[in-house]
């Protein structure tokens, strides 16, 4: 069993990876020219950046209680996944939406967070 956490666990850490290139890669196509492109990349990914450290890291200044820090954490996540939706297959998009969910209610089961 500790094992199965620890692989949860793993996983909710690479979806934060992919929420924050996804959320650059976002503010990158959004750009019109290269140089505002880099900027709106830098700006959506540093604002997830502080989103995360404000309401979801360990010492945040307002952390949610469980359930909710996992249902708000699975909801950017989840906008993460549609805000690349334009690159990936519609069933690879449901596909990771679909692992987001068993992953943040495994989260909330095991009160991981």
């Known amino acids: 069993m500790e094992l199965l956490r620890f692989v949860n666990a793993t996983i909710g850490f690479l979806f934060e990876l992919f929420a924050l290139v996804a959320y650059g890669i976002w503010g990158y196509s959004l750009g019109t020219s290269t140089s505002i492109k880099w900027l709106l990349a830098i700006v959506f990914s540093s604002l997830f950046i502080g989103l995360w450290a404000l309401c979801f890291a360990p010492d945040a200044a307002l952390r949610l209680p469980m359930p909710w820090i996992s249902i708000a ?28 969910v068993v992953h943040i209610v495994l989260t909330i089961q095991w009160k991981q967070w």
Do not use: K
């Open 73 to 100: 954490a699975g909801c950017l996540f989840i906008g993460a996944v549609f805000a690349v939706r334009s690159a990936l297959p519609t069933a690879l998009v449901w596909g990771i939406i679909l692992f987001i």
